[in-house]
């Protein structure tokens, strides 16, 4: 984490002078891609192959989502409890992306290996580090929101949210992946 110096804190408490704190968490919910219900006879043998995952998922963009916003998507096939516990950060994985210095379409290909990975592997539970965007050229996060984006067009997820502050706050997020077996 980099120091902030004098100024900038000076700055910043000028800039947010006679704001109030909002009492409630501001959460900006994705929208499911519309999908055919699947099939429960016949199980999937093998995840998409890399460069295949995202392909013909070009839907809209949803709105863009700034660096502090926190995001989540929870399918419907996930159960609350599944999701609190996932909302707490409450597992252990070996599987992290950082996308931190990627472009947007370096990170694309990274992400879409990463899943392909880590279906695999069958790991359930991943982080992905996004970041939030303060060296972008961007007004909006890049990373983020492609990570915003893309993750539930993923026929394997079962949700996704912005992680506790110990693993990366707004800037990444917890995955849950349906069980591969």
């Excluded at 000076?10 to 891609?33: D, H, I, M, Y």
């Excluded at 931190?100 to 992905?128: D, N, W």
């Excluded at 909006?140 to 990570?147: Q, R, T």
């Excluded at 026929?155 to 707004?170: E, I, M, R, V, Y």
Aim: charged share 25%.
């Amino acid at each position: 984490m980099s120091h902030i110096s004098d100024e900038d804190k000076s700055l910043f408490a000028e800039a947010v002078q006679g704001t109030q704190k909002l009492n409630s968490r501001k959460t900006v919910a994705t929208v499911a891609p519309k999908s055919q219900p699947p099939l429960r006879h016949k199980r999937r043998s093998t995840s998409p192959e890399p460069g295949q995952l995202f392909q013909g998922n070009d839907q809209a963009w949803p709105s863009r989502v700034s660096a502090f916003e926190y995001i989540e998507y929870q399918h419907p096939n996930c159960s609350a409890q599944d999701f609190k516990r996932l909302r707490k950060g409450d597992f252990k994985t070996r599987f992290c992306l950082d996308l931190h210095g990627h472009t947007e379409l370096e990170a694309e290909k990274a992400l879409e290996h990463f899943i392909h990975e880590a279906l695999q592997s069958q790991a359930r539970y991943l982080i992905i580090v996004h970041g939030k965007g303060y060296h972008s050229e961007s007004d909006y996060p890049v990373l983020k929101n492609l990570v915003n984006y893309r993750l539930p067009q993923i026929p394997d997820l079962l949700g996704f949210c912005s992680a506790q502050p110990k693993d990366g706050g707004t800037g990444a997020v917890y995955v849950f992946l349906k069980n591969q077996r």
